[in-house]
């Protein structure tokens, strides 16, 4: 089956939306670390349970999290997009006195 550019537009909009999307980041750091129940990914986050329900369906329909005999994993893709992801949190998190700082001086008049 061949996409039109409408159809593929649409797919990298709702890809890219979900590395946007605040919760995919940390549930995607914290599966990279391994298999987790979901009782263990609400008690490791600041997510509440609907959520963590709904990001977790939104992975899992994506094809990006498998959820096995009550433990969510991720699969090759979710891996792989958790290798594209970390590196931009790593940079958020190297930059962040930066970007604070910025914000700062721009909301201050001071640019």
Same mark, same amino acid.
């Given at each position: 089956?061949?996409?039109?550019? $409408? &159809?593929?537009?649409?797919? =990298? =909009? +709702?890809?890219?939306?979900?590395? /946007?999307?605040?919760?995919? /980041? ?8 391994? %298999? &987790?129940?979901?009782? $263990? ?5 600041? #997510?509440? $349970? =609907? ?16 959820? +096995?005999? &009550?433990?969510? =994993?991720?699969? +090759?893709? /979710? ?7 970390? %590196?931009?949190? $790593?940079?958020?998190?190297?930059? &962040?006195?930066? #970007? ?8 201050? /008049?001071?640019?």
């Amino acid at each position: 089956m061949i996409a039109s550019v $409408e &159809q593929t537009c649409a797919l =990298r =909009r +709702d890809v890219l939306g979900h590395v /946007g999307n605040k919760w995919t /980041g940390l549930l995607l750091t914290v599966l990279a670390k391994g %298999p &987790q129940r979901y009782s $263990e990914l609400h008690q490791g986050s600041r #997510i509440s $349970e =609907r959520m963590l329900s709904l990001t977790l369906r939104e992975l899992i329909r994506d094809g990006l999290v498998l959820r +096995d005999a &009550q433990v969510y =994993r991720l699969t +090759d893709a /979710g891996r792989s997009l958790h290798a594209l992801v970390a %590196p931009l949190v $790593e940079w958020a998190d190297a930059h &962040q006195e930066h #970007i604070v700082g910025s914000r700062v001086a721009f909301d201050s /008049g001071a640019e």
